[in-house]
């Protein structure tokens, strides 16, 4: 995810300081990792650095003077360029269950006691997402994020149950390399 160009897209909305923008990233992308205020500031000083946002103004509203950011026009070229690019599919796939699948065979562990110790921790998480999508109140955000993450949950628990139902072929095929 490019944060900035997140950053760009929150301050298509006006301008903001940098605690505003936190905050609504963290509230816009709910089941995303929050991102830490030195994240937020210097990829803001980065923006203006490289012409994409300005300095409008600062605030201190009786606390701490807060830097106001804004978009430029050129932000705003960069940002309609970014979002309207197709996100292509990964060219190579790195999966690290299948990396420890094969390094279990390798060093003579259980790949068979893995899938099913990482098949709970999947199901696990999936529970917790469920909740947060079916929860009294929960915001389309939250519901969609949490959508997408079961979804590749769901990916993985297919794929580990083929390849349980592989492992001596794989056995034989890793040992015999």
Do not use: C
Not at 23 to 34: G, I, K, L, T, V
Not at 53 to 81: F, H, I, K, Q
Request: charged share 25%.
């Amino acid at each position: 995810m490019s944060i900035r160009h997140i950053l760009l897209g929150l301050l298509a909305g006006g301008p903001s300081h940098g605690y505003d923008l936190k905050r609504r990233h963290d509230d816009r992308f709910p089941e995303a990792r929050p991102l830490a205020y030195g994240q937020v500031y210097t990829t803001l000083q980065r923006l203006v650095r490289d012409g994409l946002a300005e300095v409008e103004g600062t605030d201190s509203d009786g606390g701490p003077e807060r830097t106001r950011y804004r978009s430029t026009e050129a932000g705003a070229r960069e940002l309609a360029e970014w979002a309207g690019q197709i996100a292509p599919p990964a060219p190579f796939v790195t999966n690290e269950i299948f990396a420890k699948v094969v390094v279990s065979i390798l060093s003579g562990g259980d790949p068979d006691a893995y899938l099913r110790a990482q098949r709970a921790a999947h199901m696990t998480r999936m529970r917790e997402l469920t909740a947060v999508k079916t929860a009294k109140g929960a915001d389309l955000a939250s519901v969609l994020s949490a959508d997408y993450a079961l979804n590749h949950l769901d990916a993985d628990l297919r794929w580990m149950t083929t390849t349980a139902a592989r492992l001596t072929t794989l056995t034989a095929e890793v040992d015999s390399a």
